[in-house]
């Protein structure tokens, strides 16, 4: 359930972190002068008292440090556990950003080019039946331009309340009400050749657009998980096993994972619908697209050496020209929507300066962002849910607060 909207917000809260601006009488922003870690925490501790949320994590870094880092409220109403550093809750699509960091391992290690037919990679072939005759090439999976399409009602099945978890609840209700089931997971080949495969479950004329590959642009999450499939074929290795051993450790992510059973249950937060609902443990077959559960301290780690690899200062998990490959934009003029941005890179955002990806799933809603300097970076994890016209309004107000407080804070520091 990644949602679009998220795409419609990036333009505000871009401004609000890169700009000062306009106070706005229906937003309780915070004061203009925020230079010390005890006064951000001041305000930040003020914003989630007015807010829905039941917790959230703020990271922030400026020139290469981590200079404040910070979590509010509860991880967990019912069991009074408080929202830290360490809370665990899945990204949503911010997880496509670690599919980008796979593609361009794989191209570094010599698997296949952004130009590679995928064909050339898959064990079974994925057309568009619209377009037969035009070949869809890695960088059209990574800039959603493929022509691969999400038919967004099969797409809600993928979901799955997993195995035990109880099914009476309201959260629970709300969750099969949309399409998902308590069973096991299929595995990620089998999802992906149900639904590009014409003999397949999900095969259908709207998994595919009219227009040629290249040409324009529909965001696709289940394209996405194509991407990080063809990693997987290529490397011979399972595609959470690829990623865990050249990204997450050399990272020192060593509290991230894909699944709820690779994570310490302690620190798994209790994910909501509202303040009142929270939701059974859930995930989805289409996992590489929204999967990746972190927390703000792991995920900080992974957010500097993005900053540090923009500038040509890493080489943690790739060389310098391959971060370079990472960070390039890929799209012609024109392709890209206005709302989802001025350029694409290797799945990431590029904004008025800003590089950028968010992520939203049931109950969590999470952004990330750094301006292409390289010098200042923001994180914010949130267990609330963002898919209704309200929700959406109460995180757009969390969020135009926090980040605006992180702005003053960061320009003072």
Request: glycine residues 6%.
């Amino acid at each position: 359930m990644k949602n679009i909207f998220l795409f419609l917000i990036t333009f505000l809260l871009v401004t609000l972190f890169t700009v000062s601006c306009d106070k706005d009488d229906d937003i309780q922003l915070p004061p203009t002068s925020i230079e010390t870690r005890d006064e951000l925490t001041a305000v930040l501790n003020t914003i989630y008292e007015d807010a829905e949320a039941p917790g959230f994590a703020v990271s922030v870094i400026k020139n290469d440090s981590l200079i404040y880092q910070e979590a509010f409220g509860k991880a967990d109403i019912a069991a009074g556990k408080d929202f830290t550093n360490q809370t665990l809750l899945p990204i949503g699509s911010i997880s496509k950003t670690f599919i980008a960091a796979a593609i361009v391992k794989a191209i570094d290690q010599g698997y296949f080019t952004l130009e590679t037919n995928i064909n050339d990679v898959l064990p079974f072939d994925v057309n568009n039946p619209k377009q037969p005759n035009t070949p869809i090439k890695v960088k059209h999976l990574v800039t959603h331009t493929s022509g691969l399409l999400d038919n967004f009602e099969y797409y809600l099945t993928a979901y799955h309340i997993l195995p035990g978890e109880e099914l009476t609840s309201t959260g629970a209700q709300i969750l099969m009400d949309v399409g998902a089931e308590q069973r096991q997971t299929i595995a990620l080949g089998d999802f992906l050749a149900d639904y590009y495969q014409p003999q397949g479950a999900g095969y259908s004329l709207e998994n595919f657009a009219d227009t040629a590959p290249g040409s324009s642009w529909q965001y696709s999450n289940i394209a996405s998980s194509l991407a990080a499939y063809l990693v997987e074929v290529a490397t011979g290795e399972d595609f959470k096993d690829y990623v865990e051993e050249n990204i997450f450790q050399p990272l020192g992510m060593y509290a991230t994972a894909y699944d709820l059973e690779d994570l310490n249950p302690a620190h798994v937060a209790q994910l909501y619908w509202d303040q009142q609902t929270s939701f059974p443990k859930y995930t989805n077959d289409s996992y590489p697209d929204g999967g990746v559960q972190t927390c703000s301290e792991d995920l900080a780690k992974y957010l500097l050496d993005m900053m540090k690899g923009v500038r040509g200062h890493s080489t943690t998990l790739f060389s310098p020209a391959s971060y370079e490959v990472l960070f390039s934009t890929l799209l012609p003029d024109g392709v890209l929507p206005a709302y989802a941005g001025d350029q694409q890179g290797v799945f990431w955002f590029f904004e008025d300066g800003m590089i950028s990806h968010d992520g939203s799933d049931p109950g969590t809603t999470c952004d990330l962002r750094f301006d292409e300097a390289g010098t200042t970076g923001a994180i914010l994890l949130v267990n609330m849910d963002a898919s209704t016209d309200e929700h959406e309004e109460a995180y757009i107000h969390l969020a135009t607060a926090i980040l605006t407080a992180i702005s003053e804070f960061s320009d003072a520091n």
